[in-house]
């Protein structure tokens, strides 16, 4: 038995069963993991995979067992790297953080600073995608931290905080009807073409939920990722936007004006995500701590190593 073998069989039921993605995901090629995966069944003397031919098509019930083993063995195994590389350097590497832009150009610049100035020595890679995206790459080990406000307490495998609440505004042009209206409600916006976040991103759940709660279908002509983009075109008057509030400057964003919608739409939760049982390294620890309100050390390993 060795970890190729544990990981050929990881990376197969992580990727649908197609060994060349799997190949690809493992640099080696296809008929190698299938060696390493016929190999593995026949030390253990079990079947793991359902086949179709030479086509796996899914797990056996012994073998969704022996997927969660190979999981937590894998993981422990990073995790002794790690901490070899913690006590053999604290202060140096690398946090990967992945987040929406959202958290990253408005809510993160301050924790950032503050941790580089703690922490001089370790480079930090932002990167930015969408927050289904962010929690894969977290439980890949791809990222050592995701930030997104969707989706990331949706995953037994992820550990999240919640860090902020937030509320969205509604964004027009100076001159706009919209501004003499107070306060706004639902069907004035709905009067307008609107200009918003693409649906998984950024609280736009809870702009379609009010919506449909009023019985309202909203005329939304564009959607983006970036608060920017969306109050860009806002700007060229092309609707009405609705962003995060902390998205909004009044100094910055000449010739936009914006109006108070804390109360047409649900609050928003920004939370902060780890892979459960993942070693984190003490610069880590630092970094959740300052987005994190309150937490301390201990109370982020006691969810950390705690049961799903």
Same mark, same amino acid.
């Given at each position: 038995?060795?970890?190729?073998?544990?990981?050929?069989?990881?990376?197969?039921?992580?990727?649908?069963?197609?060994?060349?993605?799997?190949?690809?995901?493992?640099?080696?090629?296809?008929?190698?993991?299938?060696?390493?995966?016929?190999?593995?069944?026949?030390?253990?003397?079990?079947?793991?995979?359902?086949?179709?031919?030479?086509?796996?098509?899914?797990?056996?019930?012994?073998?969704?067992?022996?997927?969660?083993?190979?999981?937590?063995?894998?993981?422990?195994?990073?995790?002794?790297?790690?901490?070899?590389?913690?006590?053999?350097?604290?202060?140096?590497?690398?946090?990967?953080?992945?987040? +929406?832009?959202?958290?990253?150009?408005?809510?993160?610049?301050?924790?950032?600073?503050?941790?580089?100035?703690?922490?001089?020595?370790?480079?930090?890679?932002?990167?930015?995608?969408?927050?289904?995206?962010?929690?894969?790459?977290?439980?890949?080990?791809?990222?050592?931290?995701?930030?997104? +406000?969707?989706?990331?307490?949706?995953?037994?495998?992820?550990?999240?905080?919640?860090?902020?609440?937030?509320?969205?505004?509604?964004?027009?042009?100076?001159?706009?009807?919209?501004?003499?209206?107070?306060?706004?409600?639902?069907?004035?916006?709905?009067?307008?073409?609107?200009?918003?976040?693409?649906?998984?991103? +950024?609280?736009?759940?809870?702009?379609?939920?009010?919506?449909?709660?009023?019985?309202?279908?909203?005329?939304?002509?564009?959607?983006?990722?970036?608060?920017?983009?969306?109050?860009?075109?806002?700007?060229?008057?092309?609707?009405?936007?609705?962003?995060?509030?902390?998205?909004?400057?009044?100094?910055?964003?000449?010739?936009?004006?914006?109006?108070?919608?804390?109360?047409?739409?649900?609050?928003?939760?920004?939370?902060?995500?780890?892979?459960?049982?993942?070693?984190?390294?003490?610069?880590?620890?630092?970094?959740?701590?300052?987005?994190?309100?309150?937490? +301390?050390?201990?109370?982020?390993?006691?969810?950390?190593?705690?049961?799903?």
């Amino acid at each position: 038995m060795n970890f190729q073998q544990l990981r050929s069989v990881r990376e197969a039921a992580r990727r649908g069963y197609n060994l060349t993605d799997v190949a690809n995901a493992l640099f080696t090629s296809q008929p190698g993991v299938s060696r390493q995966i016929r190999e593995l069944e026949e030390e253990l003397g079990v079947v793991i995979f359902e086949r179709n031919g030479k086509r796996l098509t899914g797990l056996t019930k012994p073998g969704k067992g022996i997927l969660t083993i190979i999981e937590r063995l894998l993981v422990e195994a990073e995790n002794l790297q790690h901490a070899g590389r913690e006590y053999a350097d604290q202060d140096n590497g690398t946090l990967t953080v992945a987040v +929406t832009h959202t958290q990253a150009r408005y809510a993160l610049p301050q924790v950032v600073q503050a941790f580089r100035a703690a922490f001089p020595n370790v480079r930090i890679a932002l990167q930015q995608s969408a927050p289904e995206h962010i929690a894969q790459w977290v439980l890949s080990g791809r990222a050592d931290i995701g930030i997104a +406000t969707e989706g990331l307490s949706a995953f037994p495998d992820l550990v999240s905080f919640p860090c902020y609440r937030w509320s969205h505004l509604v964004v027009a042009p100076d001159g706009h009807p919209l501004l003499g209206k107070t306060p706004l409600g639902l069907r004035d916006l709905a009067n307008y073409p609107l200009i918003t976040y693409d649906v998984g991103f +950024t609280g736009r759940g809870h702009i379609d939920a009010a919506f449909a709660k009023a019985g309202l279908a909203p005329d939304i002509v564009l959607t983006a990722m970036d608060s920017d983009v969306i109050k860009q075109y806002v700007s060229l008057g092309m609707g009405v936007g609705i962003v995060a509030a902390m998205a909004f400057d009044h100094g910055r964003d000449k010739g936009l004006r914006a109006i108070e919608a804390s109360h047409l739409f649900a609050q928003n939760v920004t939370r902060l995500a780890v892979r459960r049982g993942a070693f984190l390294r003490a610069y880590a620890y630092h970094f959740i701590e300052r987005l994190v309100p309150g937490i +301390t050390r201990e109370q982020i390993e006691s969810e950390l190593y705690s049961a799903a």
